[in-house]
């Protein structure tokens, strides 16, 4: 083989090790806007939507749902799970104003659970609650608060989730239920619900190393696309780093949260 060939060759090698090299830094570029890729998405909101329109009161429905109003989120990202692979730290930005955390009812909140103890607190990237209980799989999940279904879903990993959208004098908060083992009966999106209407059985699906709750109480409307702190879940993930370093720690901020109970 020539020089000249070989001169060739080490240039073409060249150019697909550069080639290599840039596209390995567009990937990492979009990662960084994204967190984490490819998550599965069952929207049955259309579903739900057909169930709230057959019912003949819709008036609290036809409240709620019109912040479902051009409801679409072409990804799902399961977050703030502690042991999820690949987890990327985001950094605050810094582009909003400070302000303070929300004063609310705080009767309005109660646990999730019958019985129950905690065994993870807020912290950056884990804005949340974990929750376990002595009965496991046999405990039930309710909501936090009144307020209407708005989101049913599982993430890649298959952690069975649902969130609640609530409206406390006002103002929106979600709150999210993740790792349950298996959805209550007759549930749907747009789906009214009290703090005595179960969601679902306690388990561990999805990245979980145990039978528990994660629990995430955010001040935003998830799924909104006029809300634009969180209209998607990396919006909603974003947030809840950001708040938290504000000092709010989701349910623990709206009321004290015991290390153990017996009953809600
Ligand atoms: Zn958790």
Redo the contacts with the bound molecule.
Sequence with gaps: MGDFKRDIIKLISLIFAVSAVTLQIINNMQKEDNYDLSFEYINIKDMAQTKVANKSETTTEDLMNSVFTGYTTPEIVEV???NAKGFQEVPFTGVRKIEKAPEVPKRVWYLPTEIGNVT?NPHYG?V?L?ITSPRGYNELIFPVANGVISGIYRDNAGALIVTVLHDIDGKKFTSQY?HLSSYANGIYVGKPVTINDCLGRMGSTGYSTGVHL?LALLDCALFDPNDPNCRDLNGFFRYANYRLGQGYSGLGTMMAVPGNWTQR
């Design positions: 703030s799970l502690p993870q884990h949340a974990d993740v994660h």
